[in-house]
C-alpha cells in the first residue's frame, strides 16, 4: 500500500516570499502523482500532477513541482507567494498499477500568506 | 468544474441513527470515490466504485455502506452513526486509472453526530 507523508504541518508567509512544501511518498511501484489546493471552505481543486516525462511540471497559478525518482520526493515550489495563496495544500499518490485508481493523500500542509 | 453535486450540504444527527449521503454526478465517469476530511488526517478514503453495482472498501470503511445502482449516483451510508462519524464527507470521481487521472471533487457534506 502506498503512503504520503507532508513534512510541513502549518507554514507561515510574508507576500512574495518564496514556498516550497515537502511531500514524500511510499511503494515500490510505478505512480502517479498530484498536488491539491483547498481554499477556505471549498473543495480540492487540482493544482498540478505528474505522470511521465519531464519531471518538473507546471500547474495552475504559479505553481511547480518537481518529482524526484530516487528520493520518492514530489515537492510543490513557487517563487512568490500572494496573499490569495493562502489555503490547505495536499500531495497525493495512486499506484499506476491497480486498477481503481484509488488515491492516498498526506495530511495537509496549511499556508497561510500574511499581506 | 466537474459536474457532482452532493446531499445534503450539512446534515446534524443523533447517535445511533442511519444516515445517507448521496453523490450524484453528470460526467458519466466510471470511478466514484468517498473521502472524510479531519484536521490532522487530510483525506482518508471510505469506499470506492468502479462501475454501476462494483464496490470496494476504502483504509476507514467500518460503519460505512456503499450503494451504486446507477452510474451517476453513489451512495453512503452511516448504519448507526457515532460521534466519531463526524467530519466532512466529500464525493471524489475519476474518468479512468492508469494514467494521470486526477480526481474531482464535490463540495462536501458535513455532517454533526450529536
Known amino acids: 500500500a502506498q503512503s504520503v507523508s507532508q513534512h510541513n504541518h502549518h507554514v507561515i508567509l510574508s507576500e512574495a516570499a518564496s514556498l516550497e512544501l515537502g511531500c514524500n511518498y511510499s511503494y515500490g511501484g510505478t505512480v502517479n502523482l498530484f498536488w491539491y489546493v483547498q481554499y477556505p471552505g471549498q473543495h480540492l481543486q487540482l493544482l498540478l500532477k505528474?505522470?511521465?516525462?519531464?519531471?518538473l511540471v507546471k500547474g495552475i497559478k504559479g505553481f511547480e513541482a518537481e518529482f524526484i525518482k530516487s528520493k520518492f520526493s514530489f515537492n510543490l515550489r513557487k517563487p512568490s507567494v500572494q496573499w490569495s495563496d493562502t489555503a490547505e495544500y495536499f500531495c497525493?499518490?495512486?499506484?499506476?498499477?491497480?486498477?481503481?485508481?484509488?488515491?492516498?493523500f498526506g495530511d495537509g500542509t496549511t499556508l497561510t500568506v500574511k499581506p | 468544474d466537474a459536474g457532482i453535486t452532493q446531499s445534503p450540504r450539512h446534515k446534524v444527527t443523533e447517535t445511533g441513527t442511519p444516515v445517507t449521503l448521496r453523490c450524484h454526478q453528470t460526467?458519466?465517469?466510471?470511478?466514484m470515490y468517498w473521502y472524510r476530511q479531519d484536521p490532522g488526517h487530510g483525506l482518508r478514503l471510505i469506499h470506492y466504485?468502479?462501475?454501476?453495482?462494483?464496490?470496494d472498501k476504502g483504509e476507514v470503511s467500518d460503519g460505512y455502506s456503499v450503494s451504486r445502482s446507477k452510474t451517476e449516483d453513489f451512495l453512503l451510508t452511516l448504519e448507526s452513526a457515532t460521534s466519531s462519524q463526524t467530519s466532512v464527507y466529500f464525493c471524489?470521481?475519476?474518468?479512468?486509472?492508469?494514467?494521470?487521472?486526477?480526481?474531482?471533487f464535490g463540495n462536501g457534506t458535513r455532517l454533526t453526530v450529536t
Open positions: 466504485s468502479y462501475g454501476v453495482k462494483d464496490t
Open positions: 460526467e458519466n465517469h466510471r470511478y
Open positions: 505528474y505522470f511521465s516525462g519531464d519531471p
Open positions: 471524489a470521481i475519476s474518468e479512468r486509472t492508469g494514467i494521470g487521472s486526477p480526481l474531482h
Open positions: 497525493a499518490v495512486n499506484a499506476r498499477d491497480t486498477n481503481a485508481g484509488k488515491s492516498t
